[in-house]
């Protein structure tokens, strides 16, 4: 890894430019060929065709990455993250999503009802919290009963729609990008994380790899996470590795048993998921040297914890379900302002408010996005149409633009 603390800013600059093309390309491939096939392979094992339940359980797995950051760092007790990351999923998440659709982005009434009605609590919060500089037991105890509603009411709609099964293929844009796929990323990917769609031919390569993927991952967890100096705990690791990769190759021969396969490529992904958001936090945080770390926790931040999420959720919405898409990002947005902060918050005792000038202009926005997408919704008779999600981007542009023309309020570090 490259140590980035004696790194300059115009040194800073082209890494993160370097680091960001990658990350793009590589979570592109991860997202749209591994992760996304495993969670489709579930919900046809488990048999689950509400569309609704769907769009939860993809928040609930998306956000299983951002429980690392909710308990080693403070980031999701700041109202700075909070309000950014509700203001960025509202406009530019659902934005993307909308504009990205194959097909009409239609949200039944009472669920659309409900959508608002936790998103309209969340933003009241917010807005509640800007005037003290301490959040206080009611806001937590009102933002656990708002999520409570909202939760129940969500697991109690119904509908069904026809299912086929996941076609799960990468269609890279360019040749270039093609081959390095097929020669390279595919392999690795095929190894860190297991290919669904190879258990069937049942080769001496595709066993060797699902043998050798737990003691991989396991080096890699070693590693990166928790460096170990005792010989013993590193050898008893790689023995249990190497017995969990027996039984991941049994249970590949056996289609009864292919779910014990998918939970180990489901943790697999949000392992490396988890991995790469750290990376790209220790990043943003190095800007922090020279700019707001306010600013950065509210517009970057955001941006970052919620690339891996929308880039599954554009695929998901240009392949099969828009509507499932949308509701995600709805359910994903009311997880973080109404459940994880006050959690955190919670059990740590720290109901400390730091209010930042910019947090006025993250709940203004957020606000705009929601009213724009009721009035949307009635308008069109009960869809997201396309001039929405150009109309959310354009939010979003206007969002970003409101700090950078005033940077010196905003940004500038002093």
């Known amino acids: 890894m490259i140590n980035i603390q004696n790194l300059s800013m115009n040194q800073y600059l082209p890494l993160l430019t370097l680091f960001s093309f990658i990350h793009t390309l590589l979570f592109s491939l991860l997202i749209t060929q591994y992760h996304t096939k495993i969670i489709e392979h579930f919900f046809i094992y488990l048999n689950i065709s509400n569309m609704y339940k769907m769009a939860l359980i993809h928040s609930v797995i998306m956000n299983l990455p951002r429980i ?44 659309f009802l409900k959508d608002i009605f936790a998103l309209t609590g969340g933003l009241a919060i917010q807005a509640l919290c ?9 806001h937590i105890r009102t933002a656990g009963l708002i999520f409570s509603i909202y939760l129940s009411l969500t697991l109690r709609l119904k509908y069904s729609p026809n299912r086929q099964n996941p076609q799960v293929t990468a269609r890279m844009p360019f040749l270039f990008l093609k081959n390095i796929n097929e020669f390279t990323t595919r392999h690795i990917y095929d190894l860190i994380i297991l290919n669904l769609d190879n258990f069937h031919k049942q080769s001496i390569y595709t066993s060797m790899q699902i043998l050798f993927s737990p003691v991989i991952n396991t080096v890699v967890l070693l590693l990166y996470f928790k460096p170990i100096k005792d010989t013993q705990k590193i050898l008893l690791s790689l023995f249990i590795s190497f017995f969990t990769g027996l039984i991941l190759m049994k249970s590949s021969k056996k289609q009864n048993s292919q779910i014990i ?24 945080d190095h800007i922090g040297m020279f700019i707001s770390k306010k600013f950065l926790d509210t517009v970057v931040s955001p941006v970052t914890m919620g690339f891996p999420e929308f880039l599954h959720l554009i695929y998901h919405s240009r392949r099969t379900s828009s509507s499932m898409s949308a509701c995600s990002i ?75 023309l005033d940077y010196d309020k905003f940004i500038k570090k002093y």
């Open 330 to 404: 709805i359910n994903s947005n009311i997880f973080t302002t109404l459940c994880f902060g006050y959690l955190k918050r919670y059990f740590t005792g720290n109901n400390q408010n730091i209010v930042y000038s910019g947090d006025q202009v993250s709940v203004s926005f957020g606000t705009i996005s929601v009213a724009v997408m009721f009035f949307n919704y009635i308008m069109k008779n009960q869809k997201l149409s396309k001039d929405l999600g150009s109309i959310l981007i354009f939010i979003y542009f206007m969002f970003v633009m409101t700090f950078v």
């Open 130 to 138: 800007l005037n003290g500089w301490q959040i206080t037991p009611l």
């Open 68 to 111: 690392y950051f909710i308990i080693s760092t403070d980031l999701y007790t700041q109202s700075t993250f909070i309000n950014g990351f509700s203001a960025t999923y509202l406009s530019l998440g659902m934005g993307l999503v909308i504009l990205t659709a194959h097909y009409k982005t239609l949200i039944r009434f009472e669920s």
């Open 261 to 284: 396969n998918y939970f180990y490529g489901l943790i697999s992904s949000i392992f490396y998921i988890t991995i790469f958001l750290d990376r790209s936090r220790l990043l943003i």
